[in-house]
């Protein structure tokens, strides 16, 4: 499907925790947003392409040292380091969102995660009976 785009994908690779990738994305956007465009492209290529779990630091190192990422391997050697950026980042553009799908419904009322279609149903009513006083 995405081969008149120039992608082979495979997506055969693991998928699992990817706060260190995060925290190397927010690394390299103080060094500059060029070259965190360019770590983005480089793991998404790892990922999509080539298969490789993005969440394994040595494939974090050779995109980070692809892209010239200065203080990646530090970054990773401490887990513990940029994670609060990282989450800080998370609250302030996820705007409090717990699940996926998520859906805004009239931009007052918010469901999260899969619902049965009762809970949607009763959204839909309490939105429009809101909407009509």
Not at 99 to 110: D, S, T
């Amino acid at each position: 499907m995405f081969r008149g785009l120039g992608f082979e994908y495979d997506m055969s690779g693991l998928t699992g925790n990817t706060m260190d990738s995060h925290r190397l994305i927010t690394l390299a956007g103080h060094q500059g947003y060029d070259k965190q465009n360019a770590l983005l492209d480089e793991l998404f290529v790892s990922y999509f392409c080539q298969g490789k779990y993005i969440g394994d630091r040595q494939v974090l190192m050779d995109a980070a040292r692809k892209v010239g990422i200065e203080g990646a391997e530090e970054l990773l050697l401490d887990p513990s380091k940029g994670v609060d950026e990282v989450k800080e980042e998370l609250n302030k553009y996820s705007s409090g969102i717990s699940g996926v799908p998520h859906f805004v419904i009239n931009g007052k009322y918010q469901l999260s995660g899969g619902q049965p279609p009762n809970i949607f149903m009763r959204a839909f009513e309490t939105a429009a009976k809101d909407a009509a006083e």
